[in-house]
């Protein structure tokens, strides 16, 4: 009988403005293998979110109540806001063999690491700076002020890249949505994600060897 496959704990994280949205729509489109975990947050719902789908949109008394109640596989603050990643769903998902994504920032990331060590860390970057700062002003969506607040966090952030698995570039989206499903993949083939294969296997040969 042929085992079900692990399911992977998958963070994707990248500079605002980087394509880390799209490219992870794109993989929920294309491929069955994923689940997207939908974070909670104290922030204000942007035009367009949906409560439920972009976030759980809660006030800081509501999240700190599920924090207490240990509701949360991590929970960051970020830009004076509240993110935290529920447990329930995410347990549920990874025990069903789905890969789960979180699209989380650094600080989740390394919490996420510290908990699952077999959990897989990307984090997506732009072919260049200057790409970064053209695709922010290009969106039309913030002020200048905001455009350069987002390109000084993104400064922070690189500081962190080494501590990701794969860094996936961002260049034309249809190559990085498929590097990065080929990444994933590959990733399963990793003995630490097949322990339980491998201990049968390595159990039975043993039986067999010794005439069983
Ligand atoms: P935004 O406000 O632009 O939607 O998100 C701000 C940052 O918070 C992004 O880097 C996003 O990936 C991150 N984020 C979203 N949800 C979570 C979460 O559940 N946990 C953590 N640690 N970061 C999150």
């Known amino acids: ?86 447990k329930s769903y995410v347990e549920k998902q990874l025990a069903d063999g789905k890969d789960v994504i979180l ?34 002003i290009g969106r039309g969506t913030e002020t200048m002020e905001v455009v350069n607040k987002r390109m000084n966090r993104a400064a922070q952030e690189a500081d962190g890249i080494e501590q990701y698995d794969y860094i996936v570039v961002n260049d034309t989206i249809e190559v990085c949505v498929q590097d990065t499903h080929s990444i994933i993949e590959a990733a399963h083939a990793k003995p630490i994600r097949n322990e339980a294969l491998i201990r049968t296997v390595r159990e039975e040969l043993k039986r067999m060897a010794k005439g069983e």
């Open 103 to 136: 699209e989380i920032e650094i600080q989740g990331a390394l919490k996420i690491k510290e908990l699952y060590p077999t959990a897989l860390l990307l984090f997506v970057m732009p072919p260049s700076a200057q790409e970064l700062r053209k695709r922010l």
């Open 1 to 86: 009988m042929k085992m079900k496959r692990e399911g992977i704990l998958v963070v994707i994280s990248g500079f605002a403005g980087a394509g880390k949205g799209t490219i992870v729509k794109e993989l929920m489109n294309r491929y069955d293998n994923y689940a997207l975990s939908v974070s909670m947050t104290t922030r204000q719902p942007r035009v367009g979110e949906v409560d439920g789908v972009s976030y759980f949109f809660v006030s800081k008394e509501d999240f700190e109540k599920n924090i207490a109640a240990d509701g949360f596989v991590e929970h960051a603050c970020y830009c004076d806001n509240y993110y935290g990643t529920p």
